[in-house]
């Protein structure tokens, strides 16, 4: 193995395999969830502050560089899904780091957005909806019509000559930042206008090989029920490929 590369994600249920060429390089969304993200060896971390909004906060003492530093989980790109496994004519529930979010194709933009998973009207998940014929993230109970920005573009049960209340800030869906990079959806968890423009200051991380031609480029994405240490150990141990995934992945056996 040239090259590992292990993006923290959230996966589909679907699993995708691509190979090119040569060289493997691992690109490997697995599942985070809530208890994944506060297990820690204490032998490795200092004092690791872990900050967020929703999830519960661990510290723990060890002997890492950075002592001090602290490190907010949702203040991160983290690799969503990849977009193989999308489809531009529906939107789709996933759930990331304790969110629940709704990934849909918005065609105004020419961009995958990442919204909260929740009409603002009723709280019915958007991942139930449609997008409309306008290309409007379409929620599936009364209708309620999005743009790419959150904003409600149409109340459909509202009169047409009373006030404009699809305008009202109460009316919008919260909008996580996104982007596509080495065919997978990024997401920022974090709904706060002050990240907003997150994509302009921070990238996330680029992995100049899964570019390379001369590389072969595997990417699986899976619902996991475990953490990531379990995950670094399969990882890690490349002696189960050619039986674990035989048929689907190219693999050289040691010479008998
Ligand atoms: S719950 Fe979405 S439009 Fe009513």
Known sequence: MEAL??????????????????????????????????RFSKSKLTKLN?????????????????????????????ALTPVADLDKRAPRGIKALGLDVVVWWDKNENAWKVFDDRCPHRLAPLSEGRIDQWGRLQCVYHGWCFGGSGDCKLIPQAPSNGPAVHSSTK????????????????????????????????????????EDPSFRTTIC????????????????????????????????????
Not at 14 to 27: D, E, G
Not at 50 to 67: K, Y
Request: glycine letters at 2%.
């Open 5 to 38: 590369r292990i993006t923290s994600a959230v996966a589909p249920p679907q699993s995708l395999i691509k190979a090119h060429l040569s060289k493997p390089i691992f690109t490997t969304p697995f599942t985070h969830t809530t208890s994944n993200l506060t």
């Open 171 to 210: 009316a919008c869906v919260a909008v996580y930042p996104s982007t596509e990079q080495h065919g997978i959806v990024w997401f920022w968890p974090n709904t706060d206008p002050k990240y907003k423009d997150i994509l302009t200051k921070k990238k996330p991380p680029y992995v100049p090989e899964i």
């Open 221 to 256: 994405a899976r619902d996991i029920p475990y953490g990531y240490e379990v995950l670094i150990e399969n990882l890690m141990d490349p002696s189960h490929v050619a039986y674990s995934h035989a048929g689907i992945m190219t693999y050289s056996p040691p010479p008998r």
């Open 50 to 78: 872990v900050i967020s909004p929703s999830v519960s906060t661990q510290t723990e003492t060890g002997n890492l560089d950075h002592q001090d530093e602290k490190f907010d989980w949702f203040s991160q790109w983290y």
